[in-house]
Each structure stands twice: as structure tokens, then as C-alpha cells.
Nanobody, 115 residues
Framework: VQLVESGGGLVQPGGSLRLSCAASGFTFSWYDVSWYRQAPGKERELVASISSTGRSTNYADSTNGRFNISRDNAKNTVYLQMNSLKPDDTAAYYC?????????WGQGTQVTVSS
């Protein structure tokens, strides 16, 4: 079982990034997926979630319509498109695949928003 995040990096305020979460080793299409983030000294917080079929999504208030979560079950991948990035978005971003009592985490990808 593996979840691998990618797409993080350094971006200027107002810029965009698209994070990817690639899954392997389990039936990805059965699982809901969430993106979390954790800034230094802060607790990990939920950013966005998408249902197993992709028909249902939820977002944290802090994203304010700037983020979009999507998935491609044929590619076993979930995406997080992040626009209008702010310094407060700086954090390590993690994806989590979950269903019932099962949950798998990726290792995270760093996003730094700075001029």
C-alpha cells in the first residue's frame, strides 16, 4: 500500500500549484480521499475531501473557493488544485485514503508560499 504526494514547491503569493496523490497496492476507487496540511507548530488540519466516486466534495472554510479537489480513478490519483495561494497556505500537505476503519497516509509534500 502506498500513497505518494507530489507537486509541492516554492510559489509566490497569488500563484498556483497542483498537488497529486498517486495510490497503489489497494483498490483506490473504493476509498474516499482527503487532503490535510500541517504548518510548523500547528495541528494537522483538513483541507478538502472527495468521495470514492468523485461526486461529493468538501472544503475547509480557509480555502475560500481557491482550492479544487478532483480524482481520476483510472489513474489511481487525486489532485488538489490550489489557486491564489497565500503565505498562510505554507505547510506540508498530506493525502489520506480512508474507508471505514481503514486509512492510509502519504509521506507529504511541502508547499511554501513566499515572495
Amino acid at each position: 500500500v502506498q500513497l505518494v504526494e507530489s507537486g509541492g514547491g516554492l510559489v509566490q503569493p497569488g500563484g498556483s500549484l497542483r498537488l497529486s496523490c498517486a495510490a497503489s497496492g489497494f483498490t483506490f476507487s473504493w476509498y474516499d480521499v482527503s487532503w490535510y496540511r500541517q504548518a510548523p507548530g500547528k495541528e494537522r488540519e483538513l483541507v478538502a475531501s472527495i468521495s470514492s466516486t468523485g461526486r461529493s466534495t468538501n472544503y475547509a472554510d480557509s480555502t475560500n473557493g481557491r482550492f479544487n479537489i478532483s480524482r481520476d480513478n483510472a489513474k489511481n490519483t487525486v489532485y488538489l488544485q490550489m489557486n491564489s495561494l497565500k503565505p498562510d497556505d505554507t505547510a506540508a500537505y498530506y493525502c489520506k485514503a480512508h474507508q471505514g476503519s481503514f486509512a492510509y497516509w502519504g509521506q507529504g509534500t511541502q508547499v511554501t508560499v513566499s515572495s
